[in-house]
């Protein structure tokens, strides 16, 4: 089983979810809250997601090289 794929798609759909709420969180700086959420409870789950975004985004790379071998 090749985890290139598997990596490289949670990756995204964390990136995705992590722009959003890096996004909700900008909405929330201007009402007060978003989706009942902070400003800063959105802030940081942004943080969270991206950061797991670029880890698995590194693993998609490294599995990609092994696969390559």
Known sequence: MKWSPVLHGI???T???GSLA???AWIATVNGSFIG????HLFNDAIGLLLVSISFGIGTLIHLK???K
Not at 37 to 40: D, K
């Open 37 to 40: 959420m902070s400003e800063s």
């Open 11 to 13: 990756s995204a759909i």
């Open 22 to 24: 890096l996004v909700g």
């Open 66 to 68: 092994e696969e390559d």
């Open 15 to 17: 990136g995705i979810v």
